[in-house]
């Protein structure tokens, strides 16, 4: 065929890719496909994805469309791909990449960071190349990406990486369309890119020989490093030491909570804990999270690093100077990794505030001169019953979107007080920000001010509408009131279903399971055990959890003796909280106190009603004698899930009886009109073995199972009456892995449809997601 008659059967054609595509890799990923494939024309970035003008013969345009989607770039995340006619002005003769443009509108997704790829790492331990050991080495697939955006599109000029100027052989590589860091945005090498330096806590620069040596041999003696890492400040401890995790937790004043730690690689971790397939995969992954594994008895682990659990929370190393780090002979084997902030606010981004805040706890900063433009923490996941369950959504997981199957209109979902995130929501596209955490001070409600203002101008999305918790002191419920715009109240428990649901695109009514440990109910009292009939606008309540006082309000939830106490009181009255009376593990109680919460019960002063499952874990774990006293937020239901996991068989999912086979007296109740699942019962079963002297991990197990046995009957029961068949769990308490993987098993064996958190948390960091969607529906309706 002559090249007249072939110019004559070429066709123009504009292709709009949107989703996470740029700062991936996808423009020199078109351009070397466009070159496979004989295309001519140009590739650009905008505000709505990517868009490509190409000029070829029909076929090779089909076949140039069609591998768009197959062999897009690993860390890409494609939504769509539109295609339509295109007439060229003047033929193109070469396949170019333009520079950036802007719209409007931003619909294109921003990526988030990820770790450390295989090709930077065989540079970075290669002595002949250019970066060997370069603490800041990265390329289209991999390093920052979240954390150093400040608008889109993301060019080098949009990023904090614009103040460090390429150097000559950077530059060739940024420019050069075959290269792996063509137009990669943070590429710099030791000439031209960030760099670290050593510091005293005073801020005084330390001048070593080799600072990566000076750190390793520090922390082999016991020494505390503040480490200015990817989205925030790391404080860094030997993990096989408890006299120096016994430290950090008192300068930190951080006494019980969990401390995560990092290992060098997977052989390291065999030393330390055990881990499954699946696990190592989600260790090794481009997000590198935080993976929750059962610690082997008797490792070099430090005993203190999570007290009363067997869980310990470790990452692998997911940029250069973590690996640098652990690659010191002196190193440490785990590094304990804790968040960089004082107790209960965000974690600190910038070098003058680290050194501010955290000079009373490390010894020595390990900085860096490339700006955090955003914060973020790291990820947290456990794999339950087989599929990983995530804990906290951050780094490595946001700002990836949600795709949904309806049209929203530009709002904010604002989240929850505890484990915040807020949600932004445009058409079919919902951004949930990254973990914010707890609403509680003025330095966490600055964070979460910033943050919004960030993704909004990122996305130029400016609501319309916003959605909020029914909890009138919830911080994040007080800003939505400020913005002078259409509200929506979505109680707590209707926000969990919805969320599940959206994210699984359900749009008949569920069956709603949602246990946690409070939320504001309609009826002025606290929720928390619900069974819900839910749509995605509207809910009814079928059943809950039978209610329990909470002996003075909120320091119940602080102090798990009082809902013990709660607990004995609605099994046997006001004679059951006389000293002598009280179980074993009880009767180091004060006096004083023991008096107080009696008098409470008895009169009803500033004891509202609750059905929270939170809570009745509590009182169990308290009259167990495992935790009195919650330094942390879920610590009695965790040491209680650790306790009853000791008692584990291999058949005891298969040993979950019917109720009636279990317990003499009714678990299910009808009271006003609705199902009960009788908490008196079950406390009444853990106090008579208790007494009994039965085992306490077998009597904690067995209280897991008679919960599981208790709602699995109800929902039975209620798919019976209802017809419904789609179940969907969810709320903090389905972190808890025996709860999560026995109601999975119960449910399907009954061929019920059930549904959870798959990429969005179980607890409250999904709150704003559903909140977006509900109030987005309802403000269009």
Known sequence: MSNLNRKHKQQGVEILVRGTVQGVGF????????????????VSNNGDGVIIKGLAEKERLHSFIKSISENSPPLSCITSVETSPLNFDVVPHSFTILASSTSDTVTTSIPPD??????????????????????FINCTNCGPRFTIIKSIPYDRPKTSMKIFAMCPACEKEYHDPADRRFHAQPNGCAQCGPNISWHKPDG???????????????????KILAVRGLGGFHLVANGCSKSVVSLLRARKNRPDKPLAIMVADLDVLHDFCYFNEEE?????????????????????LAANLAPGIDDIGVMLPYTPLHHLLLGQEECPAALVMSSGNISGSPICTANEDALKLLGSIADYFLLHNRDIVTRIDDSVVKVIADKPVIFRRARGFAPSPIQIPWDLPEIIGCGAGL???????????????????????????????????????????????????????????????????????????????????????????????IMDGTGFGPDKTVWGGEILQAELTSYSRLAHLSHLHLPGGDSAAVEPWRMALSALYSVSGEESLQMAHLPPTLRSLDQNNLEVIRTMLKTGFNTPLTSSCGRLFDAIAALLGI?????????????????????????????????????????????????????????????????GEENKAVIALKFHTLLISGITELILNLSSRTGIHQIVLSGGCMQNSLLLKGLIHTLTSENLEVYTGKVLPVNDGAISFGQAVAGGLQHLN
């Open 114 to 135: 990820s770790a450390l790829c295989d090709d930077c790492h065989l540079e970075f331990t290669d002595p002949a190349n250019r970066r060997f050991h370069y603490p």
């Open 419 to 513: 484990k915040n995130t807020f949600c932004l929501s445009r058409r079919k596209t919902s951004f949930l920000s990254q973990h914010i955490g707890d609403l509680t001070n003025l330095e966490s409600y600055d964070f979460y001010i910033e943050s919004i203002e960030h993704m909004k101008r990122l996305l130029q999305l400016e609501p319309k509408a916003v959605a909020c918790d029914l909890h009138p002191d919830y911080m994040s419920s007080h800003f939505a009131e400020k913005l002078d715009l259409p509200i929506y109240r979505i109680q707590h428990h209707h926000a969990h279903a919805v969320a599940v649901m959206a994210e699984h695109g359900l749009e008949q009514p569920v069956l709603a399971v």
């Open 27 to 42: 423009r020199p990923f078109i351009y070397n496909l466009a070159s496979r494939f004989g295309i001519t024309g140009t």
């Open 627 to 691: 935790c009195q006293y919650n330094s942390y937020e879920g610590q009695g239901a965790m040491e209680l899930e650790t306790l009853a996991l000791r008692g584990v068989t291999s058949s005891w999912l298969e040993e979950i009886l019917p109720i009636h086979d279990t317990i003499s007296q009714p678990l299910l109740i009808e009271k006003n009109g609705q199902l009960e699942i009788s908490s008196r019962q079950l406390i009444k079963t853990v106090l008579k073995d208790l007494y």
């Open 204 to 222: 005084s620069l330390l001048h070593v020989e080799n600072i990566i040596s000076s750190a390793a041999e520090n922390l082999a003696v016991g």
């Open 280 to 300: 190592a995969q989600l260790l090794l992954s481009p997000v590198h999270p935080i993976v929750l594994l059962k610690r082997k008895a008797g490792s070099a």
